[in-house]
């Protein structure tokens, strides 16, 4: 006999399929979600049903948008310098280099970064996309602003050498200072130290 009914079960069950959540976590939150008020738990539920068809990459930065826009507002407002592209590897990053208000060019979001050990390849990432707009949108620096992890610094590296072999020699790569620890991805980096990185770019 199932020491707890089968609605509960699947829902720890479904939790436990989160990053970084073991069973005694997914137990907690499933505990917490059956204590909860049922509107609460609605929400969440119409939330998580409705994800997949509200958010999409944007064709041009890759970040996420809304599913009703064409472009991402950071890529077509009139605010935004065209001419400066921070290249990030994943859509969280933006929001972390947004936060710290600092930043007024635009974004292209690699989709992760060169790990073997992992199966990603340079071929996976959005590099070639990358190329065509620094073309296209008569770019002037490139922030190579993927996290400081040696799987970071490697695409940085790779996508440097991939801008020289294009003839991209008249763009400017710079890459973030080293206000930020080794091993720290950009979306856990505070304000201030992202702020400090930002203004105080290399260039390569």
Do not use: W
């Amino acid at each position: 006999m199932a020491a707890l009914p089968r609605a509960l079960t699947e829902l720890i069950e479904a939790f436990g399929t989160l990053p970084g959540v073991g069973e005694r976590t997914a137990e907690r939150y499933a505990y917490f979600a059956l204590r909860a008020d049922t509107g609460k738990t609605r929400k969440l539920a119409h939330s998580l049903e409705n994800l997949h068809g509200r958010v999409k990459p944007c064709p041009v930065t890759f970040a996420l948008i809304d599913a009703d826009l064409d472009v991402s507002p950071l890529y077509s407002a009139a605010n935004r310098n065209k001419k400066l592209v921070a290249v990030v590897e994943e859509p969280f990053d933006v929001v972390a280099l947004e936060n710290t208000g600092q930043f007024a060019g635009t974004y292209h979001v690699l989709g992760g970064a060169i790990s073997p050990i992992d199966g990603v390849g340079p071929e996976q990432l959005h590099i070639p996309e990358l190329i065509a707009r620094l073309k296209s949108d008569s770019v002037d620096e490139v922030i190579l602003a993927t996290n400081a992890s040696v799987e970071g610094e490697s695409t940085a590296l790779y996508i440097q050498k991939q801008l020289e072999e294009a003839g991209l020699s008249d763009v400017k790569i710079t890459r973030l200072a080293r206000g930020l620890p080794i091993g720290v991805d950009l979306e856990y980096a505070d304000k201030i130290t992202l702020t400090h990185a930002l203004s105080g770019r290399q260039k390569l």
